[in-house]
Every structure is written in structure tokens, then in C-alpha cells.
């Protein structure tokens, strides 16, 4: 590389001009602490992974560095009915095989994200049917009326039909069936870069699509990417630390003070838009995990609230995530639609106040309880629960903290096996009314599995289905803001913070960190 | 010798059916794999059809014997996470795994022999006891520790190594090595070290010991009132004699070096079955963990087969003993 440098170096000074000089390649290798699944973009809908494929294909539209929507393989987009999108596709597009693309990539994009063995569900599940015009132009039909659709639909990325059909990949692949699949290890998008090589789980090499659509308007400098996955902390700091990676993340909140003096690197943090809070069982009469016997104390919502007085947010903040991290007043991380500034304020940390209202409650001397948490999926999991668990015990509370894999946790999660959790939520749509939708509406409303503790009130299910369908902006967030501002009334969930993302990146490397944690290799410049 | 052979693999069968049960009943216990393979916001039927068409509705005894059904054909199943043949995974890390396995012996076979002779025979020298010394380091340090020690001195410190990976490969079609690259060489350095260290020590205390004892033993003093040189005397009649315990558990530990491959291979990020292992671990991909689990199983079936093959060689009274 250095030869490189030199060689263009004395060309530019032998030619006198420096505009003139063609660019140089510039090779990126960063580390992520696990690997893709899988090169397939439908196989799984994770943020990393999706992340990851959106450098290689493509959505209709997708989000700039603030996680505004613009075009990407769509033009223009407007409603032409009710539940009727009709997008206008761009032309002139190629697949990196040379196809090109047209309304029957996309067509065949979103059945093949519908079928078995995609994990697409959650982005395409509200979508009847999509028709092509003709072969610029496609129809989305909803199944209702979906004022967020475009948010729904940015992960989705375009994959190329042609290319699927000769190559067998038209169904994604089902583990079941025993088969392996090409798309498991092969790429063909419309993207900035393509796929050079992939071992699974060692790594990951792209190269620059010098007949992308959008070079002309970027002004990166990256050419070449190389990623490795790097599951030890330890290891991936020395890596950053030796010089042998540009960028890796996470970086470990411990080790983000010896980064930053060392002088070859730099951590950037910025808010998650994970929110990470504690749940608790509001359905159940009788408590699974309690010393209490006959009755359910968290049906107490005096009981909740001493709980929600008992936390110190700030010590959690300092003394467990070393201050990268957000304390939050709602489960809704700013930057997200319908977040309200207003709303954010959280109950003081007032331990007396705490007691009083457990002794008001019938518990005077307090009470014990299981908190399960997991300990490998955020930032400092076990840790948070861990202090969580002091400070409970500071109020009369005694808990019995239980630390899982996420594999054990998540599993007993969603069966509701469980009293007290910690839990984070990231809506797949950057939007409200999902995450209402999942962790505020009880299941004997429909809600979904994922409140855990049941937590429920007629307004808020009644407010759920008028926001999912509510276009009027205004309105919706009048919806939205009565909605959380009931369930922080009723202390449904007891909001902890937003973790801080946390990317190592080395001096010389300038890169756009967008906070839903994608790592988009057009945002890079290397010097 | 042949009924002998044939009498230790059918035992070696048992073994391995014994491990796989094992294996599959700690299975349950590991979490829910569909967690793993779906994003959280995916749908409830979703994750139930995937459950379904995965066979994990099915008892554990239907599951293990449909695994073990498949098996015995060398059909491993495909990998939960990455969607491919397990044995085409494998296949791929192993080459990894046992060139880091093989020259972490050699070093501690090459230095721990040498190291322990020279300790027994001159064991009043300073040098001896500062080997000594210098060695409970090695067998006191956990390994993950070492490892990491080893990056901050020589990666990030001095910048000689690489910390993690295994450099340029070469692919020879079957095998991927790292042997030929100067890059691939380089990454080699402290993995292997890493992982040599602890047999290191252990091989060169067993031969120091047994060294010691053998050398106060009555056909040595004859052999030196013989007038036989030191060099003969030491080498010919002393070493071979303390041989016999020195290639079992050199043996024996040939095979934990290559399964605690495992912990050396995730600080060092070594693309090995170790870490494919711990992979798979956290991930819930049974097909991955049980296959892996049954192959470091055959390999120390293998390797205590090899062993007992050894000893004929070694020692001639075996040799004799089974002639009358």
C-alpha cells in the first residue's frame, strides 16, 4: 500500500497536476464481534445482517446518515389508493452480473421474502400483493391501510430474479429440508460493492462496483473491504490497538479510555436507538418467582413505582456503562418517529419514597423476586441487573438474579415463564406504533408475545390499532404521545437507558455513524 | 495383534455412541436454537413452522436416533446458522485446527524433551532452576491469559505479529495451509506457543522425574562402571526407559491439545474447529456441536489406539511377552 502511495505520489508530482491522479485503492478491514449468517439477504432480519447485505444490494429506498428516507432503486413513490403504493423504479440500473434491473426483480423479491424459510416476516408480513405496471413501475398492495410502510420496507433489499432462476435460488433456503442453497454463499445486488469471497465465519471480502449508479454523487475513497468476525473483547481491542484493523465494533465500554489514549485510535459513541428497561409480570394473580404467596405485588402499581424510585439511573450510567450510556424516560430512543422530548422525564431516584409506598402497598418489609436477565446479548446485561439487584435489596426488595445465554433467556421470555426481566427494543421500523404494538397491548388483546409481563390497558390496545392505521401525522403522534403517556402513568415498564454504540475506529479513517448501528462502507474515507 | 486391533475399535464404537448421548441429552439444556434464527419481531407461526420442519417438536429419543440414523452415513445434516453441509464446515476448519495442533506438539515435544534431559542431568545448574521456575509459570497461567499477555507484547507493543487469524492461506484443494506464506507463518507464532506452553511444561517435568529416577536405577551405575560413555549411557539406556510414560501421555494430550485448541483459538480468533465449536455454542446449532463433539470423541479413540500400537515398538519386553 505504501508502494501505492509513493508511486502515485511521484506520478502526480512528475504529471504537476494532483487532480489528474486516478484513485488509489484503499482497503478497509474492520471486525464485528459475531459473522453474518449468511450472504442470502432474506435468511435472517438482524440488524447487523441487513446492515451488512444493504452494501451489496439494495432497497426501493433507504435511510441517509440521520435516517431520513431517500430514493434509492425507487425514483418516487405515492399512494394511489388507500392501500396502494405505486413506485416509480430507476433506470439505467445494473446487477452486478450485468442484468438489468426491472419491476419483475422487484416483484420477485418480495414473494421470495414472503416464502418459507425467509425471515422476513416482520418486514413484508403486511404486504397482499405486488404488482408490476410495467417495467419501470410496480403496485404494493397492503393488507391495511400502513402509514409507516416505507419504513417497513427499507431493509428489504432488491435481489436479482434472472440470477435467481439459474442459479436454483428462487426459494431462500430451508434448514429443514437438508438442502444448501447458492444464495447461501453468492451474491448478485445492485450495489456499491460486490462480493469477492466468503468463509463463513473467517472471512469476508468486497470489492468497489465501479458501475454503481450513485458513485458519481458519494465522495468515499474505500475500494476494498475485508471483514472478520473477532468474538473475543480482548482480541478485537488489540487488533484496532496493533493496527491491523480500521474500524471493529462493538468496542468493549472497558476498554474505550485505553483506546483513546493510545493514540492510533478513537472511540466513537453516539446514542443506540435500543432501549434497554425492565419488565415486570402484570398479568398473573400469583407471582411464579416471589416470596410473595396468594397475591401478585406488581399488580400494585404503587408497588411498580417504588421499584421505578428505587433505581439510580446515574450510577448505572457511570459506575456500570462508564457513561456511554442515555438514561431514558420512554421506550422510545430519540431519533425515532413519535419520540417527544416531553415525555422522556423519569421518576426520581428516591429510595425513602420507594419504602413508603412498599409499606403503603402492604410490604413494609419488602418482598423477594426472581430478575432474569440475559447475559450476552447488550452492553453490560448482567452487570446492569447486578446493580439493579443492589439497589432493590436497598428498598426491602431481595432479588434472586438469573443470567442466562440469550438462547435460555429469550425462550422463557416468550412464554411468559418469568416475573422481572430486562429486556432491550429496537422497532425493525424505527417507528412507535410498533413498539406499542409488541410490548404494550396484552395478549388477550392480540398483543404480541413479546410483553412479557402482560402489561395491558383498554385505552393503549384502542390507541394501538388507531395508530397503525392513522396517515394523518399530527393526529398520529397525539395517539402516540397518549399512549406512552398512559403507560408511563400506570408505570407499565420501568425505562432504563439507551446504550451508547460504540465503534473503535483508527486515526486516518473519518466514517458516518448512523445511529440504528449500520455500518455502510460509503460512509468511509481513509486517509 | 489383529484381534487385539479388532477388539479396541468395536470398544471405540461403544465409546462414541456412549459420547453422542451424552452430547444430545446436554442439547436440551442449551437453549432454544429458534431463537437464534429469526430476527425478535419475527411472527409466532413463523417460528413455529421453522420448529416443525426442523424436527424439534419431536422427542429428544427420535431426534437422537434420527442423528444417529444419519450418522452412521457420514450425513451430518446442515448447520442451523450457516446454512451448510456441517461436514463441508468442518472439512473447511479442520485443516486450521490441526496445524496449529501438530506444531504446538513439535514445540512441546522439541523443547519439552531436551528441556527436561538437561534439567535431570545437570539439576544443580542455575539454568536448570530458572527453567524450573520460568516452567511453573506455564502450568500456573491459565492459557486464554497467556494469549492475551502474548498479543500486548509482541502485536500491539511491538507490532511484530499479527493478532488474530491465520494470515495468507494457500489452498491445496483438500487442505488449506498456512505453512507456505510468509504471513501464514508469522500467524502461526503465538497460537501455537499459546497453546504449547502447559504440555511444554508437563512433558518436561514427566521427563525430568522419571529421568531422575531412572538414573539412580542399578543397570545405570553398571552401565557407567562398564566405562560406557555418558553420551550412551544417557541417550541409549537412560531416556529410552523413561520413553514408555513420556509417549502416553504425550499421546493422550495430543488429543486435548486439539480439543483446548478451543480456548487458544478464540482469543487468537483462529479460524479452527474450536472455534466453530464455540460458535455453534453460543448460537444453539446442534448439528454443528454434536458433530464436532463426536469427531474430537473418534479422535481420542484414534489417538489411545495409536498409543497402545506404540508401546510394541517401544518397549521389546511387550514384544516378547506376547511371542510365548
Known sequence: MNRIIRLTGALALVAGVSAAVPAQAETFRFAFQGDVSSMDPYALAENFSTAFHSNI????????????????????????????????????????????????????????????????????????????????????????????????????????????????????????????????????????????????????????????????????????????????????????????????????????????????????????????????????????????????????KRVRQALYHAIDIDAIKAKVMRGASTPAGLLLAPKLGGFNDALNGRLAHDPGKAKALLAEA??????????????????????????????????????????????????????????????????????????????????????????????????????????????????????????????????????????ALSWGVRKGVTVAQRSDNALQFWYITIE | MISFILSRISQSFLVMLGVAVISFSLFTYVGDPITNLVGIQSSDEHRERLRESLGLNDPVLVQFARFVGRAVQLEFGISYQQKRKVSSIIAERLPATLELSFLSAMIALWIGIPAGIFTALYRDSWLSHMVLSLSLIGVSLPTFLIGILLIFVFSVHLRWLPSFGRGEIVDLGFWTTGFLTASGLKALILPSITLALFQMTLIMRMVRSEMLEVLRADFIKFAHARGLPDRVVHFSYALMNTLIPVITITGLQLGSIIAFAIITETVFQWPGVGLMFIQAISEVDIPVMSTYLLLIASFFVIINLVVDLLYYFVDPRLRVGRRT
Open chain 1, 57 to 300: 444490494h439494495e432497497p426501493l429506498i433507504r435511510y441517509d446518515e440521520n435516517l431520513q428516507i431517500e430514493p434509492a432503486l425507487a425514483v418516487s413513490w405515492e399512494l394511489v389508493g388507500p392501500k396502494t403504493w405505486r413506485f416509480k423504479l430507476r433506470e439505467g440500473v445494473k446487477f452486478h452480473n450485468g442484468n438489468s434491473f426491472d419491476a419483475d426483480d422487484v416483484v420477485f423479491s418480495f414473494k421470495r421474502a414472503q416464502a418459507e424459510g425467509a425471515d422476513m416476516s416482520s418486514y413484508v408480513g403486511g404486504i397482499a400483493d405486488v404488482v408490476e405496471v410495467d417495467a419501470r413501475t410496480v403496485d404494493l398492495m397492503t393488507t391495511d391501510v400502513n402509514p409507516i410502510l416505507l419504513n417497513t420496507i427499507a431493509p428489504l433489499v432488491i435481489m436479482d430474479k434472472q440470477w435467481a432462476e439459474a442459479n436454483g435460488a428462487v426459494e431462500p433456503v430451508n434448514v429443514g429440508k437438508n438442502i444448501e442453497n447458492y444464495a447461501t454463499l453468492h451474491t448478485n445486488g445492485t450495489g456499491p460493492f460486490k462480493l469477492v469471497s466468503r468463509e463463513p465465519g473467517v472471512k469476508t471480502v468486497l470489492t468497489l462496483n465501479k458501475d454503481w449508479w450513485d458513485l458519481g454523487n458519494q465522495t468515499f475513497n474505500v475500494t476494498d473491504v475485508v471483514m472478520t468476525p473477532i468474538g473475543s473483547d480482548a482480541t478485537r481491542t488489540a487488533a484496532l490497538l496493533s493496527g491491523e484493523l480500521d474500524l471493529m465494533f462493538p468496542a468493549p465500554v472497558q476498554d474505550v479510555e485505553r483506546i483513546n489514549a493510545s493514540g492510533v485510535a478513537t472511540v466513537l459513541q453516539g446514542p443506540e436507538l435500543r432501549t434497554i428497561f425492565l419488565g415486570m409480570d402484570q398479568e398473573r394473580d400469583e407471582l411464579l418467582y416471589s416470596s410473595v404467596k396468594g397475591k401478585n405485588p406488581l399488580k400494585d
Open chain 1, 362 to 499: 402492604g410490604y413494609p418489609d419488602g418482598f423477594d423476586i426472581q430478575l432474569d436477565c440475559p447475559n450476552n446479548r447488550y452492553v453490560n446485561d448482567e452487570q446492569i441487573c447486578q446493580v439493579v439487584a443492589g439497589m432493590f435489596a436497598r428498598v426491602g426488595v431481595n432479588v434472586n438474579l438469573l443470567a442466562q445465554p440469550k438462547s435460555k433467556f429469550f425462550a422463557k421470555l416468550k412464554e411468559h415463564d418469568i416475573s422481572m426481566y430486562l429486556l432491550g427494543w429496537i422497532p425493525d421500523d424505527q417507528d412507535a406504533g410498533s413498539v406499542i404494538a409488541h410490548l404494550m397491548v396484552p395478549p388477550a388483546d392480540g398483543g404480541l408475545a413479546w410483553n412479557g409481563g402482560g402489561y395491558g390497558n383498554p385505552r393503549v390496545t384502542e390507541l394501538s390499532r388507531m395508530i397503525t392505521s392513522e396517515v394523518d401525522a399530527e393526529k398520529r403522534q397525539a395517539m402516540i404521545d397518549e399512549a406512552f403517556g398512559i403507560v408511563k402513568d400506570d408505570v407499565g415498564y420501568i425505562p432504563l437507558h439507551q446504550q
